[in-house]
């Protein structure tokens, strides 16, 4: 089983940058795709980034050039760098992990979750 622990989130001004971690316990890391998903209230959940086994990337279009989503596979961890941020950021960060390490299938693919993280962009 795996067991994901987010850690990162919090409160920052329009404009700010944060960076949200992942680590990763119990499981090969390396064989994992990767992938951070967030919810607002009332709306659906959307996958926002993922990276694959072999490190191969995948950003939803409102976060491109912005967000940068990486891996360290010795530390059993990811990361998602978060910059520029807009107040339409603002939800809870979840971290998930796929044993298909290509992730064919988004977010319905996904395996594990972690309890997630609030992020909050406001002035």
């Known amino acids: 089983q795996v067991q994901l622990v987010e850690s990162g989130g919090g409160l920052v001004q329009p404009g700010g940058s944060l960076r949200l971690s992942c680590v990763a316990s119990g499981t090969i890391f390396t064989t994992l795709a990767v992938g951070w998903s967030r919810q607002a209230p009332g709306k659906q959940r959307e996958l926002v980034a993922v990276?694959?086994?072999?490190?191969?990337?995948n950003y939803e279009d409102s976060v491109k050039g912005r967000f940068t989503i990486s891996r360290d596979n010795v530390k059993n961890t990811v990361y998602l760098q978060m910059n520029d941020l807009k107040p339409e950021d603002t939800a809870v960060y979840y971290c998930?992990?796929?044993?298909?390490?290509?992730?064919?299938?988004?977010?319905?693919?996904?395996?594990?979750w972690g309890k997630g993280t609030l992020v909050t962009v406001s002035s």
């Open positions: 998930s992990t796929d044993r298909d390490g290509s992730n064919w299938y988004g977010l319905l693919g996904m395996d594990s």
């Open positions: 990276i694959t086994d072999d490190d191969t990337t």
